[in-house]
Structure formats: structure tokens, C-alpha cells
Nanobody
């Protein structure tokens, strides 16, 4: 099983861009789909994006589609989330997750707690 570590969070202003990274250690990273969720205080964890194990298919949450881009580099065992035009309401802890069996559509609609592996999260703060 892989372990995940997020980085890249910080304080930005509304409208700015930020790039988050998820670094994986362990075996067979290429066999996992990897995605991002976010959770603001007092709110449910929200699906942001997911990329397939091969990197050729991605799916996005409705609120971020067109502004966020997820990508992966299996040679480097990393997945990135490029975020643009950030809004204050998107300030959250952003979590990286990985799973070998959950179909990509289910990442959007299913129970996120069933995903295999989670990172510790990275905090993104967006000032208005």
C-alpha cells in the first residue's frame, strides 16, 4: 500500500493560483487512481478531482471544473492539482486520496470514507 503526503498549501488572495502536490511512497503507485477532496470547518468533505491510474482520464467537481487541473507523473510518484481563480469559499484543508478499485464516477458520488489511502492534508487559505 502507498502512503501519501500533500504539500503546497498556503495563504493566497482571491483570484490567485496555487499548485498542490501529493507525493506517494510505497509500491505500485501506478495502480491507484488518485484524487483530491477538501473540507472546510463544519462542512462535509467535498470531492474536487480525480485522475485515473494512467493519467488519461480525469473527473472534476462541478464547482472547480474549468479552473482546476489534476495531473500525475507516475515516474515521480506524484499527483498535482493546479488551482486557478481561487475564491474565499474554497479555503479548506485539501486531502489527497488513492484507491485501486473505486470507479472514477464513484469518487464524485460515493462514500469517500471507503477510499483506501489518505494523506494528512494541506491547508489552503484564500483571503478576500
Amino acid at each position: 500500500q502507498v502512503q501519501l503526503a500533500e504539500s503546497g498549501g498556503g495563504l493566497v488572495q482571491a483570484g490567485d493560483s496555487l499548485r498542490l502536490s501529493c507525493a506517494a511512497s510505497g509500491r505500485a503507485f501506478f495502480s491507484y487512481a488518485v484524487g483530491w477532496f477538501r473540507q472546510a470547518p463544519g462542512k462535509e468533505r467535498e470531492f474536487v478531482a480525480v485522475v485515473s491510474w494512467g493519467g488519461d482520464t480525469a473527473s472534476y467537481g462541478d464547482s472547480v471544473r474549468g479552473r482546476f487541473t489534476i495531473s500525475r507523473d507516475n515516474a515521480e510518484n506524484t499527483v498535482s492539482l493546479q488551482m486557478t481563480s481561487l475564491k474565499p469559499e474554497e479555503a479548506s484543508v485539501y486531502y489527497c486520496a488513492a484507491d485501486r478499485s473505486t470507479l472514477l464516477p464513484t469518487w464524485r458520488t460515493g462514500d469517500y470514507r471507503r477510499l483506501e489511502v489518505w494523506g494528512q492534508g494541506t491547508l489552503v487559505t484564500v483571503s478576500s
